[in-house]
């Protein structure tokens, strides 16, 4: 995941089921708010990623286990705030630090990390 898109990949029976969840704050929007100031596009971009963090946390809920991995910090960003939501006590949520990754080495890294 980063901070524009993410991957939910779901793993069953060695098969790999996935959507995406894309963030609805893009780099045309970006310039578009900053024309109108930095301060409201800083708020813009606040909004939006509040928006796709919370879309992806509705997602997160549905699970008992949980791996976020990417190349930027969207990850742990995602982690601290569903750690101080109760409403994920009980979901198993590991950060790991990735490079960037093509599709296939990515349902590679979710096989290996699950197959524990």
Do not use: C
Request: charged residues 35%.
């Amino acid at each position: 995941m980063d901070h524009s898109n993410a991957f939910v990949m779901e793993l069953l029976n060695d098969t790999i089921i996935e959507n995406s969840v894309n963030s609805e704050f893009t780099h045309e929007g970006k310039e578009s708010s900053l024309s109108k100031g930095e301060k409201f596009m800083q708020n813009k971009e606040q909004q939006k990623q509040s928006s796709y963090y919370k879309e992806l946390s509705d997602i997160i809920r549905n699970y008992e286990e949980v791996l976020l991995f990417g190349p930027t910090e969207a990850k742990n960003e995602l982690f601290n705030l569903i750690k101080a939501d109760h409403l994920f006590d009980k979901i198993k949520v590991e950060v790991k630090s990735t490079d960037k990754l093509p599709k296939i080495q990515m349902h590679d890294f979710v096989r290996e990390y699950f197959k524990k």
